[in-house]
């Protein structure tokens, strides 16, 4: 199947710094990619959907200014935590639909274990 | 906005069926998928259903009635593996886009 590569898989960051995060599909292209958080046995929650060239769509109770995302092309989408705190910390994964094939699964990347400490 | 509802926890024993259930509420409803997913890991594709009925993949079958906002996984021959969060995802319309919308996931034990 398709393939999302997510890197880093791990993170630790202080206080007050930022992370970023990539997301690429590899044999595909996607417009829209998209980021959740999970945390410890929680489900995966939708934080933004990422569109390229285009303004990311941010869910409600998501701060943009905080959660920076660029979707610059059909390939990559980052995501950035600027400020990190400790309650940033959380498992972050991107997913990614086949843009010629909209109705059909989502690929997710490995996922981001971040750590802020 | 979306609501969908599954078990929190089920426990089953090996070699047993089990049948996790998911039921949602949504608008512009485009299908709704099951995933795997293991500790610290991301989620693994497991089925997708769109029409009503049944799909039928290996040990692992899902079931849907668009009618009734419902569907099922089934899991067969159950393998100690197979203990794992099993999340429904109902995927849908949101502005111009397709959204992917997960349920809070089933874990599922598998005793010897």
């Known amino acids: 199947g398709a393939v999302v590569s997510q890197h880093p898989s791990r993170v630790i960051c202080k206080s007050g710094t930022s992370v970023k995060i990539e997301c690429r599909s590899l044999?595909?292209?996607?417009?829209?990619m998209f980021w959740y958080r999970q945390f410890p046995k929680q489900s995966l929650m939708l934080m933004a959907t990422?569109?390229?060239?285009?303004?990311?769509?941010?869910e409600q109770g998501v701060e943009k200014d905080k959660f920076l995302i660029n979707h610059a092309s059909l390939t990559l989408s980052t995501l950035t935590v600027t400020s990190a705190h400790p309650e940033d910390s959380s498992f972050y994964i991107c997913s990614a639909r086949d843009s010629g094939q909209p109705n059909t699964e989502a690929f997710f990347g490995q996922g981001t274990r971040l750590t802020v400490v | 906005g979306q609501n969908i509802d599954q078990p929190t926890e089920m426990t089953a024993t090996e070699g047993a069926i089990v049948q996790i259930n998911c039921t949602y509420q949504?608008?512009?409803?485009?299908?709704l998928f099951w995933y795997q997913q293991h500790a610290g890991e991301a989620p693994t594709f497991l089925s997708y259903n769109v029409l009503d009925g049944l799909e039928e993949k290996g040990r692992f079958s899902s079931f849907l009635s668009r009618s009734k906002g419902y569907s099922y996984l089934l899991l067969k021959e159950l393998q100690m593996k197979d203990s794992a969060s099993y999340l429904c995802a109902v995927l849908h319309h949101s502005g111009s886009a397709r959204q992917l919308t997960f349920g809070s996931g089933t874990q599922l034990t598998v005793l010897p």
């Open positions: 990422s569109n390229e060239g285009s303004k990311a769509t941010y």
């Open positions: 044999d595909f292209q996607a417009t829209t």
């Open positions: 949504t608008s512009g409803f485009n299908g």
